[in-house]
């Protein structure tokens, strides 16, 4: 049972350039979660989908930034013409639906892919 | 909106002791869900405990406790016996269970905790 894959692990892009995070959830979960964490920070929220839904964006920039959980295929965190501020770690995390069953309402996370903006 | 504070910023505790790690939070709603969260430098977030806030008992996980004070908004973590492994970052995190909520998970800003030999 793998857990929640992201992809790729390390990026590293030119200012102007478009990255592409990919991430799939855990077998079973529906809902996806993308957070952001700078250096020696904790971790803040940007975006909460399901599929095909964005549930609650209110954590990601307006502009530049945009996320998609399809039918069927990964979620994706787009982020175009990168900055250096953008230079980060970005984690996906996934559930399984909202049940108050054991396990049900806890986040399982990615590893993480790293970001480095030249 | 609801917001976890953790006031501290880093913690040392020696090989075998025993070392509590603070967070408070903020919020209006009575139903929600708490945890604690490990993150080792590999950077792989870890679960180690979690709490439902309609649960008067605190939650224990082997060596890891927590002290959940409802009333006043504390939710602190009690590692025993600490192992060299157990050295990470580690956040609490709030999300809410209200229905009409979008259970978004919240995290403090994280305490670094270093175990001495």
């Known amino acids: 049972n793998a857990g929640v894959m992201q992809n790729p692990r390390h990026l590293v892009r030119r200012r102007g350039q478009e990255a592409r995070l990919r991430c799939s959830p855990m077998?079973?979960?529906?809902?996806v979660y993308w957070y952001r964490q700078l250096p020696e920070e904790g971790l803040k929220f940007m975006v909460y989908?399901?599929?095909?839904?964005?549930?609650?964006e209110s954590g990601m920039p307006k502009e530049r930034f945009s996320a998609e959980f399809p039918k069927e295929g990964p979620s994706i965190l787009r982020i175009q013409q990168v900055v250096r501020g953008d230079s980060a770690a970005y984690f996906c995390?996934?559930?399984?639906?909202?049940?108050?069953?054991?396990?049900?309402?806890?986040?399982?996370f990615g590893a993480g892919s790293r970001l480095t903006v030249l | 909106a609801q917001t976890v504070t953790q006031s501290q910023p880093e913690m040392s505790v020696q090989e075998a002791e025993t070392v509590t790690l603070s967070c408070t939070y903020d919020?209006?709603?009575?139903?929600?869900?708490l945890f604690w969260y490990k993150q080792p430098p590999s950077r792989q977030m870890i679960l180690v405990i979690r709490?439902?806030?309609?649960?008067?008992q605190n939650a224990t996980e082997n060596r890891f406790s927590v002290n959940f004070q409802k009333a006043a908004k504390s939710f602190s973590l009690k590692i025993s016996d600490s192992q060299l492994g157990d050295a990470a970052m580690y956040f609490c995190?709030?999300?809410?269970?209200?229905?009409?909520?979008?259970?978004?998970?919240?995290f403090g800003t994280g305490t670094r905790l270093k175990v001495l030999a």
């Open positions: 995390a996934s559930s399984p639906r909202r049940l108050r069953l054991p396990g049900a309402n806890v986040l399982t």
């Open positions: 077998k079973g979960h529906s809902h």
């Open positions: 989908l399901q599929k095909e839904n964005i549930i609650d």
């Open positions: 919020t209006s709603e009575s139903d929600y869900y």
């Open positions: 709490q439902e806030a309609y649960k008067q």
């Open positions: 995190a709030y999300r809410s269970e209200v229905t009409s909520g979008t259970y978004k998970y919240i």
